[in-house]
């Protein structure tokens, strides 16, 4: 897939755990350099959501497209070769980091470029440490995860996570682990990400940042989309009660 061709396509997505339903009827589109924040009560399918559109979670119904690629119900919803690629372009990063805690930092940037895309290790450490720069962090590569603040770590996670070139990002609660200051550094590099183009999905509870830096928000509850609009429509004219009630519980 090239640049161009990324965009991601959602389609009547339904997923179940046993008995109980956690996604019904999910539909929206999110184009090449758009950003779009996911926000909702908590147990509304937000990271589940997340989750299907990389391959992480079977689904029961619907369809959906990154690019030219398509993930379809059932156990396995594409070949292996299909998953690979998708992951490379649509990276994840996650509340919790996910960090090799025996690796330095530049070690956990490396180990996918040199693994799974068999790229020579000279290359990616120059790569490395030219994302480590970007995110900040370019004094800290030969740093372990514990020797790093929860905001490094998350931006290490974010380098590592451009070290497959993605053309998208999905972020699941990224900032939920951080204190504020931290979150800001972390919410800094997502604005600088999205500046120079890259797609960005993220499930967040930041909803000033939403507000300021989303081109959409989608409301998700008890998994149903009950909104799908720019932040100025969704946070000062929502079409739904149960976002005014959302929003009020938030604010509070
Ligand atoms: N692997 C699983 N097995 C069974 N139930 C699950 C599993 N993963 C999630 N669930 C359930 O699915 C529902 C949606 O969970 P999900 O984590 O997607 O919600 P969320 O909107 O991201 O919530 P939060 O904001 O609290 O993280 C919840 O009721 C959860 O308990």
Redesign the pocket.
């Known amino acids: 897939m090239n640049r161009e061709e990324f965009h991601v396509q959602v389609e009547g997505l339904w ?1 179940r ?2 008995h ?1 339903v ?2 019904r009827n999910v539909s929206f589109h999110v184009a090449r350099g758009e950003t779009v924040a996911i926000i ?12 299907c559109l990389n391959g992480l ?1 079977p689904f029961d119904a619907g369809i959906v497209r990154i690019g030219p690629h398509v993930l379809r119900p059932g156990k396995r919803p594409a070949p292996f070769a299909t998953l690979r690629l998708i992951r490379q372009r649509l990276g994840m990063v996650f ?1 919790d980091f996910q960090l090799f805690p025996h690796l330095t930092a530049l070690q956990n940037i490396i180990e996918a470029p040199i693994h799974v895309n068999q790229m020579p290790r000279k290359e990616a450490e120059r790569r490395a440490l030219a994302l480590l720069a970007r995110v900040g962090m370019a004094d800290r590569g030969d740093a372990y995860p514990r020797e790093l603040s929860g905001g490094q770590k998350q931006r290490v996670a974010i380098a590592r996570a451009l070290a497959m070139e993605p053309f998208g990002l999905l972020c ?2 990224i900032t ?1 682990a951080l204190d504020p200051e931290l979150k800001a550094e972390v919410l800094a590099v997502l604005e600088d990400l999205r500046r120079d183009g890259m797609t960005l999905i993220l ?1 967040t ?1 930041e909803l000033a940042f939403a507000q300021r830096v989303a081109d959409r928000v989608i409301v ?1 509850a008890d ?1 149903e989309i009950i909104e799908d609009g720019p932040p100025h429509q969704v946070f000062a004219a929502p079409e739904h009660p149960r976002t005014s009630r959302f929003l009020e519980q938030v604010a509070l």
């Open positions: 997923k755990f046993g109980r956690v996604l909702g009560p908590s147990g509304a399918g937000k990271s589940t959501l997340l989750r979670c509340q699941d609660e939920s499930v509870h998700l998994g």
